[in-house]
Every structure is written in structure tokens, then in C-alpha cells.
């Protein structure tokens, strides 16, 4: 095994996303205009703090983006991707349960979008390497 210490690694941060579904529609945001990524759609989410469970920091960041009271499902499945020499590692939950209705507290919109709308919207490139599988989610 190759020795790590003393070795520059590069940064990573893990995300949690939530995989909202109301029939075949499902919920994204609209990333606001200033920030990373601005003007492209995502998952609802967020980074998880240091020493914070994966759910319950999806549970605080649907509280904190949509004002909603969240029950965390499934762990359903996980991607990576690279900006620039950071790394970031996204975990998508499965979110069935809530109470509340979405509101856009953080994001510059949000829509329910149909399964068949999901690949002309302007995605993340993270959600891109998880099209497929969101897809067939809400087949
Ligand atoms: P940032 O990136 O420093 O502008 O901060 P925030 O607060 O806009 O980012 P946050 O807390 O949503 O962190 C999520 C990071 O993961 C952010 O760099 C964007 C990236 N990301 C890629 N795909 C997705 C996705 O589907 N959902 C979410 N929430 N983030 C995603």
C-alpha cells in the first residue's frame, strides 16, 4: 500500500441530494444567480458539516432550502465528480415523506418536472453522470 502521509491530497466534499418524486414528476431547483453553478438545475441538498450524519443533514437542508419537514428514506445510490481540484460526493436519498409545502426558500425556483422534460433542463454535471438512474426511478 502506498504511504499517504505527508502526500497533498485534494479536497472532498460530500453532498446529500434528495430524490423528491410526485408521480412522474420530479422536484429541482433552480441554483441562484451569484453563487456556484448558477442558473443550472439540481436536486435539492446540500454539503453535510463535519461530524453530521448523511440524513440529518439532508433533513436540515430541505428545512433550510424548501421549509420542509422531511422524513429520509433509502440511501438509493451515489456519484462523484471533479470542479477543478475539488472533488465532491454526492449520496441521493430517496425522500417520500414530508410535511409542508416546498417553497423556494433558497433557490431562484423550483418545478416539478416531468420524466420526459428531465434531459432538456440545464443540469449539474454531477446530476447528468445520474440521469439514467433518476429516470428509471419514476418509470
Ligand atoms: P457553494 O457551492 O459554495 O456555492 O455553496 P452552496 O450552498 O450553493 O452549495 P450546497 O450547500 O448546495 O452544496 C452542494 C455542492 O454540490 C455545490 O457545490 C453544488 C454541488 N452539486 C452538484 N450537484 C448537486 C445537486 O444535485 N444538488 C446539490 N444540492 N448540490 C449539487
Not at 36 to 60: C, D, M, N, T, V
Not at 89 to 111: A, C, D, M, R, T
Request: aromatic share 6%; charged share 25%.
Amino acid at each position: 500500500m502506498k504511504k499517504l502521509i505527508g502526500k497533498k491530497r485534494n479536497p472532498w466534499l460530500p453532498v446529500v441530494a434528495a430524490i423528491m418524486r410526485r408521480e412522474k414528476n420530479i422536484l429541482l431547483g433552480l441554483r441562484p444567480e451569484g453563487g456556484s453553478l448558477a442558473g443550472l438545475w439540481e436536486l435539492p441538498g446540500g454539503k453535510i458539516e463535519l461530524g453530521e450524519q448523511p440524513e440529518r443533514a439532508l433533513a436540515r437542508e430541505l428545512k433550510e432550502e424548501l421549509n420542509i419537514d422531511a422524513e429520509i428514506g433509502h440511501l438509493l445510490f451515489a456519484t462523484t465528480h471533479s470542479y477543478g481540484e475539488i472533488g465532491i460526493l454526492i449520496l441521493f436519498y430517496e425522500v417520500n415523506y414530508w410535511h409542508g409545502q416546498p417553497q423556494p426558500e433558497h433557490h431562484s425556483n423550483i418545478k416539478w418536472v416531468h420524466l420526459d422534460e428531465i434531459s432538456n433542463m440545464p443540469l449539474s454535471d454531477a446530476n447528468r453522470n445520474v440521469l439514467d438512474r433518476i429516470i428509471k426511478l419514476l418509470k
